[in-house]
């Protein structure tokens, strides 16, 4: 499958046209068909025409039944024609289908001595995080319980710091043994306050690039990111995060 653009004039100006198509062999020769009109858009959209476009590729989306992958790629095409927001993980209509690099995964896995859980993850990020169990946006993993060694790197936006707060909360419970969350650094007051009760942060020198369901980085990160540790091996955290970031040990963490 792919996308396909075309452009078209008609009586309100010049707009772009978006169908999801495939491409058949008959007779040995290739014939692309369309699946779908996924909408269309200015060639200027503002921030509401871009939410109405995505209004209208969900619900074409919906219809055809793809899996999370198929899914997950087609979006991350639509959005590098047509962004959710000006970066990919702070603005309320930004997308979450941002991967982690796996250079970064296996330091966490290095610190952690394995995954069992991540609860905010799909099928392609499996392919190099390979945890135990995953929780995919529709099981919804804000509701499921936490276990063993925690790797997540959360869906940002308006809840995110909800995202934390479980975290916290399922290790002072002792239902996780460990959690590592990998944050964009904010200086909002609920940050600094939940940032008192972990155990350590990596505060990472550079932005990290996140990747796209097309296995492609981004060209500009926006926002610089934190790993944020729960756990007891604090010298093993700060050995393998020392190497790309400072290391905030803190004084009086929640502990189990």
């Not at 990290?208 to 060209?219: K, L, P, T």
Request: aromatic share 12%.
């Amino acid at each position: 499958m792919f996308v396909r653009w075309i452009k078209r004039q008609n009586s309100r100006g010049e707009y772009n046209f978006c169908y999801l198509s495939d491409t058949k062999w008959i007779e040995g020769k290739p014939k692309n068909r369309t699946l779908a009109a996924l909408g269309s858009i200015t060639l200027k959209p503002t921030k509401p025409e871009r939410e109405v476009f995505w209004m209208q590729a969900k619900s074409s989306l919906d219809a055809l039944n793809l899996t999370t992958q198929e899914r997950a790629k087609v979006e991350a095409a639509l959005a590098q024609k047509v962004p959710r927001g000006k970066n990919p993980h702070g603005d309320s209509d930004a997308p979450v289908e941002w991967y982690t690099p796996p250079e970064y995964v296996e330091m966490a896995r290095l610190v952690l001595g394995g995954i069992d859980l991540d609860p905010a993850s799909n099928k392609v990020a499996q392919g190099w995080i390979k945890a135990g169990i995953y929780y995919t946006a529709e099981i919804d993993g804000m509701i499921q319980p936490w276990f063993g060694r925690v790797w997540c790197n959360p869906p940002y936006g308006r809840q995110v710091n909800k995202w934390l707060e479980k975290a916290l909360a399922s290790y002072q419970d002792e239902k996780a043994e460990a959690i590592i969350l990998l944050l964009n650094r904010t200086g909002a007051s609920w940050y600094k306050h939940l940032l008192r009760q972990v155990t350590a942060v990596c505060e990472v020198d550079k932005r990290i690039a996140f990747i796209d369901a097309n296995g492609h980085r981004q060209s500009s990160p926006r926002y610089y990111n934190d790993f944020v540790y729960l756990g007891k091996d604090v010298e093993t955290f700060s050995r393998v995060f020392g190497e790309i970031g400072d290391i905030r040990k803190t004084p009086t963490p929640l502990s189990t």
